[in-house]
């Protein structure tokens, strides 16, 4: 039954899927809120219309109508930071910024409440795949969501722009780019994608925090990258990375415009009661490798388990949540992990090269799983889940469970449902093989492949995660979809034939890209 659904499927058009018009921006200059706090707030600043650089604008922050502070700014080559400063707690402000030819681009957002016990909406997404796809109808419905516009906030935890096509371009160029064309080249691309104008209404209308995850910069990203020789479109991508991402929520950059030392990617935000303490699973694994430590590196492994500790033994912290661009408990069957880099290059936290990390990670949050939850995005799927401790001879319902929810996937190119290979390895993740890794394992409740976020609701002890999904999925993902609430069904004596399917897929997959590449090398 199962794979006549998966070979139905293959029937049915991806033509049938909608994918809006190419938006032109209105306003010379994108604005993007940063972090925000109870008394400050960082407004990023870059000029769309490039004739505006190296002139001034006037900056004005306004309160209840009225105008409260000005400033000129004065627009450089590349993004700025305006950084306010003795802001009134949960008020909301408007900016203004007026450039020479009269036209105003306009942001607006709150400062945090200074009340412990104050609600908030936070909004979480990842993978914006829209400068390939140019799919705005999901950002669009989000934009116009009421939830979503009371918003304190949006975390972006991941795949903030998908950059593969400048390396494909340099690549096939010879690879003769210097660093400083490469650079501007990630600029264009973030100017691109954040421009349109429904992702421009989410980035200045609440703050925003972001980590990084590899299509940031080049697929799959970590320090063999560097050993195969693509050390300056990294570098330039680390830099565009720095400059709109980064700086969005801390300094990294002195006066003169040379780099601070030691910048990190992880980071923790308090909001009320709740902890966000932000992993990085990209940026020190390509930058700062550490062969100890592959994935995390030692010293970010300290500062987490610093934080999880502080967070978890402290009462005025009614929930911790551990952020990450890429699940920690996703693929925990080393078989399914050593295929992903076998066929896609990619090591996942379960990787054997990784385990140990995330094994490691794992237990410091089981010691306070009843306050805890994962959140991560990268697999273009929402998944709701629990990463319980292995189940023994004992009644299991008194077993620790940490929750477990993932959100990826805002435009079309970026989901699961549209792509076939990606959808039969998810089902073999999620419902097929071993679950366990360390001492836990893997519970899945409700997945998603369509487009998706996520709105974390907080009040004091009280917290919901509400999942929002497209009105308007196309028939190939709700065809999609039901082979995947049917796993929640299957039995093991019925997966045979799902298995011999989906194997008979990646070892097709594996074989045309062993071809492909020998056809390269046999060109070159």
């Avoid at 116009?144 to 949006?154: C, F």
């Avoid at 709740?274 to 592959?294: C, E, H, L, W, Y």
């Avoid at 999925?473 to 609430?485: H, K, R, Y």
Wanted: with cysteine; net charge neutral.
């Amino acid at each position: 039954m199962i794979v006549v659904s998966i070979l139905r499927l293959l029937a049915i058009s991806i033509s049938c899927l909608t994918i809006s018009a190419i938006p032109q921006f209105q306003e010379p200059i994108l604005i993007v809120v940063g972090d925000v706090n109870t008394n400050n707030a960082r407004i990023m600043y870059d000029a769309l219309d490039r004739h505006l650089v190296h002139t001034p604008v006037q900056a004005v922050l306004s309160l209840s109508g009225e105008d409260i502070y000005s400033e000129t700014l004065i627009i450089a080559e590349k993004p700025s930071i305006w950084i306010l400063s003795s802001l009134e707690p949960g008020q909301h402000y408007l900016i203004h910024l007026s450039s020479k030819n009269g036209i105003s681009s306009r942001a607006s957002f709150s400062t945090l409440s200074s009340n412990r016990d104050s609600s908030f909406k936070i909004v979480i997404a990842s993978c914006n795949n829209f400068d390939s796809d140019h799919d705005g109808s999901f950002l669009k419905q989000l934009s116009e969501d009421e939830n979503v516009q009371s918003r304190i906030g949006m975390m972006h935890i991941g795949d903030q722009i998908y950059a593969d096509p400048i390396f494909h371009n340099w690549n096939r160029g010879g690879r003769l780019k210097p660093f400083e064309v490469l650079l501007e080249e990630f600029r264009s691309a973030y100017r691109r994608v954040w421009s349109a104008p429904e992702m421009r209404t989410l980035l200045s209308t609440a703050a925003n925090w972001m980590l990084l995850d590899d299509h940031d910069i080049i697929n799959n990203l970590d320090a063999e990258h560097f050993r195969d020789g693509r050390g300056p479109l990294l570098l330039a991508g680390r830099q565009a990375l720095l400059e709109y991402q980064f700086q969005l929520h801390r300094d990294v950059f002195h006066e003169n415009g040379t780099e601070l030392s030691q910048v990190c990617a992880d980071f923790n935000k308090v909001i009320s009661s709740f902890a966000f303490i932000f992993v990085d699973t990209r940026f020190q694994r390509t930058f700062s490798f550490d062969g100890n430590a592959p994935m995390l590196g030692k010293a970010q492994m300290h500062r987490v388990n610093t934080s999880i500790h502080r967070y978890g033994q402290d009462t005025s912290i009614s929930r911790m949540f551990v952020v990450s661009s890429v699940p920690f408990m996703f693929a925990p069957f080393k078989w399914f992990a050593t295929l992903a880099d076998i066929v896609e290059g990619e090591k996942l936290t379960s990787h054997s090269v990784h385990r140990r990390e995330t094994s490691t990670l794992l237990d410091l949050v089981g010691k306070f799983a009843n306050k805890s939850t994962f959140l991560a995005g990268d697999v273009h799927l929402f998944l709701r889940s629990r990463i319980c401790q292995k189940a023994t001879s004992h009644a299991t319902s008194s077993r620790h469970c940490i929750e477990q929810i993932v959100t990826s996937g805002v435009t079309v190119a970026s989901t699961a449902a549209n792509q076939l290979k990606v959808c039969i390895f998810h089902f073999m993740c999620l419902f097929l093989g071993p679950r366990q890794l360390g001492s836990w394992e893997l519970v899945p409740d409700a997945v998603n492949i369509g487009h998706n976020a996520l709105i974390v609701n907080g009040q004091s002890e009280n917290y919901e995660a509400i999942p929002i999904f497209y009105k308007s999925p196309s028939q190939w993902t709700q065809a999609s979809q039901n082979v995947f609430n049917l796993g929640f069904r299957i039995r093991a004596w019925q997966t045979n034939a799902i298995v011999l399917t989906a194997v008979s897929v990646m070892v097709t997959t594996l074989i045309y890209r062993i071809r492909r590449n020998s056809k390269r090398k046999t060109h070159n």
